[in-house]
């Protein structure tokens, strides 16, 4: 019994036993008085712990103004600061120099438990096998493909030419490659709670700006002086359908302003002469020439979808939406079939506008699927000739107010006659409500939320036309 109480943790459970049973009082006493006696086996720097510089700023926005001493810091190129992160750094390294061998012990178990081949499973598309994996000795991953190995029929033969030829795994994108080119390449734009910096991994020459970063394999955290030119960041990555491009984005400033590159997959050649600046997302038609993407403004806003047109003399890049509300961003996207490009129009606190292109035959141009509602989410997918739309709107023009996500659907033809509200397939329920969905060759899946417990149902695809799904059938 005694050895329970002098176990416990709190000061709470400590005073109620103390007033029950005051024969241990003495106990605990002396027990307090060994520990506040055992020397401690860690020792304090001697240095002060550095104290920045206060300059005094005022901050004034939405009609509230208040001070800023800190201000300075976000000049990340004042000596001051360079010279306050070098101090952070080396009562930091004085305070944890007697867990150096602790931090070695920790960082080799947590290293020996890392598998030594990481690598993502192989997606088929067309006649290839695209696949992710980190090479040995390397840190970041590499994407590769290759041709697969179960193709029957008359074109066995052709493949089998081919993939003795060129059957062998193809990089089509190193990240390490890049970082090479450009310098250091940043895995995560982490925070740290002292600097605008960003996280670095295995620096071992930098200079000028100050950043928080790892320098051994050991696991020592230092402050680094970095340039900008070191900066990498690979955003976006798609291939087109034909698999002889890949577009991705790439920022090697830090800003999170991305540029547009176009790599030729069978000369393994960086179209140079294609490069733009400003790009968010990237949508390819069927073609696969024709590429249309998104732009930002000075505000990092994406407003503007254009096209660009691979394979001509004349390289076009040309408008094909342009969203004038400073409220809405712009975001395009292809459905997983890539049979249609559709173009959404964000806004965070307001509505959503969605228009499609026909991937095909990318020259028709944009088609609107409804107006322009408050509060109106919309959602959709492509599954042989029906558009499935996940929305909250109203299901009748009697109601005013949104309501819970429902599926509805469409066919292609009808998607800008504005009647595909009366063509809801799943209705919304009180009880359950659907969170998202994913469409497959032959299923559709629903991720729900059954009085908050989450569930997943899925429904055989095609559905019929004149036929209501209950979703409480699926969950039952």
């Not at 206060?54 to 103004?65: D, I, L, M, Q, Y």
């Amino acid at each position: 019994m005694a050895s329970h109480l002098l176990q416990s943790p709190t000061r709470s459970s400590l005073s109620l036993t103390l007033g029950l049973l005051p024969g241990f009082k003495v106990v605990f006493s002396l027990f307090s008085s060994l520990c506040r006696r055992k020397p401690s086996r860690f020792s304090a720097p001697r240095e002060a712990p550095p104290v920045p510089k206060k300059v005094p700023f005022t901050v004034s926005a939405h009609g509230t103004s208040w001070e800023d001493p800190y201000h300075w810091m976000s000049n990340t190129a004042d000596p001051d600061f360079s010279a306050y992160l070098r101090h952070e750094n080396s009562y930091a390294e004085a305070f944890m120099a007697d867990t150096r061998n602790h931090q070695r012990t920790l960082f080799s178990e947590m290293n020996s438990r890392m598998p030594t081949n990481i690598s993502t499973p192989t997606e088929r598309w067309g006649p290839w096998l695209y696949y992710q994996y980190i090479p040995e000795g390397k840190e970041y991953p590499v994407l590769c493909r290759k041709l697969a190995t179960d193709t029957n029929g008359w074109t066995k033969s052709l493949f089998n030419y081919v993939r003795g030829e060129f059957g062998r795994e193809k990089v089509l994108l190193d990240w390490n490659g890049i970082a090479e080119e450009y310098g250091t390449l940043l895995n995560e734009c982490d925070k740290h709670p002292y600097s605008v910096g960003v996280l670095l991994r295995n620096v071992s020459d930098v200079k000028d700006n100050v950043y928080f970063g790892r320098s051994d394999k050991n696991g020592s955290f230092l402050w680094f002086h970095v340039t900008n030119e070191i900066y990498v960041h690979v955003g976006t990555c798609r291939v087109s359908p034909n698999h002889n491009f890949l577009a991705y984005t790439l920022d090697i400033t830090g800003s999170e302003r991305f540029m547009l590159q176009i790599k030729d997959l069978r000369s393994g050649r960086i179209l140079r002469e294609l490069r733009v600046d400003g790009v968010v997302s990237l949508a390819w038609a069927r073609d696969g020439c024709t590429l249309f993407y998104t732009i930002t403004d000075e505000n990092q806003r994406p407003y503007r979808v254009l096209c660009l047109k691979l394979g001509s003399d004349a390289v076009s890049n040309v408008p094909i939406f342009t969203e004038s509300d400073p409220s809405f961003c712009v975001d395009i996207t292809s459905t997983k079939d890539g049979k249609f490009i559709t173009v959404n129009s964000n806004s965070r606190s307001s509505s959503q506008e969605v228009f499609v292109i026909n991937a095909t035959n990318p020259e028709e141009g944009l088609r609107r699927m409804n107006k322009r509602i408050p509060g109106v989410q919309y959602f959709l997918e492509h599954h042989y000739g029906f558009f499935y739309i996940l929305t909250n709107a109203p299901l009748t023009d009697k109601e005013l107010s949104v309501g819970n996500y429902y599926l509805a659907r469409c066919q292609v033809d009808d998607v800008q006659l504005a009647n595909w509200q009366l063509q809801n397939i799943i209705p919304p329920s009180e009880d359950i409500s659907i969170q998202d969905m994913d469409i497959f060759h032959g299923h559709l899946v629903l991720f729900l939320d059954n009085k908050g417990c989450s569930m997943i149902s899925s429904i055989n695809m095609p559905i019929d036309v004149n036929y209501k799904v209950n979703v409480i059938e699926f969950v039952a």
